[in-house]
């Protein structure tokens, strides 16, 4: 049961639909949304659509999901995120529900914080047999919020890659070239919505100083968002805006992330640490594509890589910090090199989707 789901895109429904697809007898109940018949029909499972865009656990919605178990005889119900649609755990245990799932993203971190949703948070977590986290940081952040009978319920389940369509070689050369780069070129990509939070920002202020050791490093931003405007006008203001690209909102990740020599993302927490990065799911796409990551100090994405293995954990406010980190990666190649090699591996230890597929199926109780 979930909100979060096709077509509508982002990282909670690529999560949800990746796990829905690794549970094996399943029926997703989730929201109608625009195009959605289309994308049902290509599922290999019954997906049944509410009559609101949005589900909230009313007495309507619950009767709805109580019914569709009962026609499909559901004995098990994950909920592909904890709140608000995990306050419904009594009820779908009443409707037979033996095990009870719901997992957390990094908004729980919010719902942990604020005075009402905080008990609501809590209630959910005493209802379910297990509230999943992404992170540590945001399992114990979220751990705040709960009894202690709801804490000892808290387990992992990050989301995983498609290491199959994250290698290297998945199609940054021809990027490269569409930008007029050559293969010597030194290219740092950052990718992620175009917001302060993400650091964007302290990569430009460290541009000049990039450029000052290795004058022909681009930088290649990749996203969309509210806060481009700002971005260029700051690339220009620094004096770097020909060494900077902005790519937009691109179709497929995976070439971009390819392009790189280098990922980058210093990301920062914002108010009070509310906003924060609950793990980073690009860090561990680019490491996928063999590339060494730069990673800002916020919330859960230090847990991402591993600092000086598979590439380095920075203080994201600390401009200087972050060019002498990208000089360095940029100037010893085959440090770099071997750094990637190792993030990919990493990936393919412990972030692949099957992996997570199993450990949701654990929790479920189910084969
Ligand atoms: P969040 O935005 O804070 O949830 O950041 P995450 O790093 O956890 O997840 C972002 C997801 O969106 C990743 O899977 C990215 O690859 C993806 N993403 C971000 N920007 C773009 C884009 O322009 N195009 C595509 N295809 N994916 C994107």
């Given at each position: 049961?979930?909100?979060?789901?096709?077509?509508?895109?982002?990282?909670?429904?690529s999560?949800?639909?990746?796990?829905?697809?690794?549970?094996?007898?399943?029926?997703?109940y989730?929201?109608?949304?625009p195009?959605?018949?289309?994308?049902?029909?290509?599922?290999?499972?019954?997906?049944?659509?509410?009559?609101?865009?949005?589900?909230?656990?009313?007495?309507?919605?619950?009767?709805?999901?109580?019914?569709?178990?009962?026609?499909?005889?559901?004995?098990?119900?994950?909920?592909?995120?904890?709140?608000?649609?995990?306050?419904?755990?009594?009820?779908?245990?009443?409707?037979?529900?033996?095990?009870?799932?719901?997992?957390?993203?990094?908004?729980?971190?919010?719902?942990?914080?604020?005075?009402?949703?905080?008990?609501?948070?809590?209630?959910?977590?005493d209802?379910?047999?297990?509230?999943?986290?992404?992170?540590?940081?945001?399992?114990?952040?979220?751990?705040?919020?709960?009894?202690?009978?709801?804490?000892?319920?808290?387990?992992?389940?990050?989301?995983?890659?498609?290491?199959?369509?994250f290698h290297?070689?998945?199609?940054?050369?021809?990027?490269?070239?569409?930008?007029?780069?050559?293969?010597?070129?030194?290219?740092?990509?950052?990718?992620?919505?175009l917001?302060?939070?993400?650091?964007?920002?302290?990569?430009?202020?460290?541009?000049?100083?990039?450029l000052?050791?290795?004058?022909?490093?681009?930088?290649?931003?990749?996203?969309?968002?509210?806060?481009?405007?700002?971005l260029?006008?700051?690339?220009?203001r620094?004096?770097?805006?020909?060494?900077v690209?902005?790519?937009?909102?691109?179709?497929?990740?995976?070439e971009?992330?390819?392009?790189?020599?280098?990922?980058?993302?210093?990301s920062?927490?914002?108010?009070?640490?509310?906003?924060?990065?609950g793990?980073?799911?690009?860090?561990?796409?680019?490491?996928?594509?063999?590339?060494p990551?730069?990673?800002?100090?916020?919330?859960?994405?230090?847990?991402?890589?591993?600092?000086?293995?598979?590439?380095?954990?920075?203080?994201?406010?600390?401009?200087?910090?972050?060019?002498?980190?990208?000089?360095?990666l940029?100037?010893?190649?085959?440090?770099?090199?071997r750094?990637?090699?190792?993030g990919r591996?990493?990936?393919?230890?412990?972030?692949?989707?099957?992996?997570?597929?199993?450990?949701?199926?654990?929790?479920?109780d189910?084969?």
């Open positions: 049961m979930t909100n979060d789901f096709p077509p509508r895109r982002g990282g909670i429904e999560f949800v639909h990746a796990l829905a697809d690794r549970l094996g007898d399943v029926v997703v989730t929201a109608t949304m195009g959605s018949e289309e994308v049902d029909a290509a599922l290999p499972y019954p997906v049944v659509r509410d009559r609101s865009t949005m589900l909230v656990p009313t007495r309507r919605v619950r009767d709805a999901v109580v019914r569709t178990m009962r026609e499909h005889e559901c004995d098990r119900v994950l909920f592909g995120a904890s709140m608000p649609l995990g306050l419904l755990s009594r009820a779908v245990r009443a409707a037979g529900a033996q095990r009870v799932v719901a997992v957390t993203h990094g908004h729980e971190v919010w719902w942990a914080r604020l005075p009402g949703t905080r008990q609501a948070l809590r209630r959910a977590g209802g379910v047999d297990a509230l999943t986290d992404i992170s540590d940081w945001t399992r114990a952040q979220i751990g705040r919020a709960l009894s202690p009978a709801g804490r000892a319920k808290q387990t992992r389940l990050a989301p995983g890659v498609d290491t199959e369509r290297p070689g998945c199609g940054g050369a021809q990027v490269r070239q569409d930008l007029g780069f050559d293969d010597s070129t030194p290219v740092v990509v950052c990718a992620a919505r917001v302060r939070r993400k650091g964007q920002d302290t990569l430009i202020d460290a541009w000049p100083q990039v000052a050791q290795v004058p022909d490093a681009r930088l290649v931003i990749v996203g969309g968002g509210p806060y481009r405007a700002r260029e006008q700051r690339a220009q620094r004096g770097v805006a020909e060494a690209t902005f790519a937009g909102l691109v179709e497929h990740m995976t971009w992330m390819d392009a790189a020599d280098v990922f980058a993302m210093p920062r927490s914002r108010l009070l640490g509310l906003e924060a990065e793990l980073g799911i690009v860090f561990l796409e680019a490491m996928a594509c063999g590339k990551v730069i990673v800002g100090r916020s919330g859960g994405a230090p847990e991402a890589t591993e600092d000086g293995v598979t590439g380095y954990v920075v203080n994201p406010r600390d401009a200087e910090e972050v060019a002498r980190r990208v000089v360095q940029l100037t010893d190649r085959a440090a770099a090199a750094m990637g090699a190792l591996e990493r990936v393919l230890a412990s972030w692949q989707w099957d992996q997570v597929g199993a450990t949701a199926r654990r929790l479920l189910v084969e």
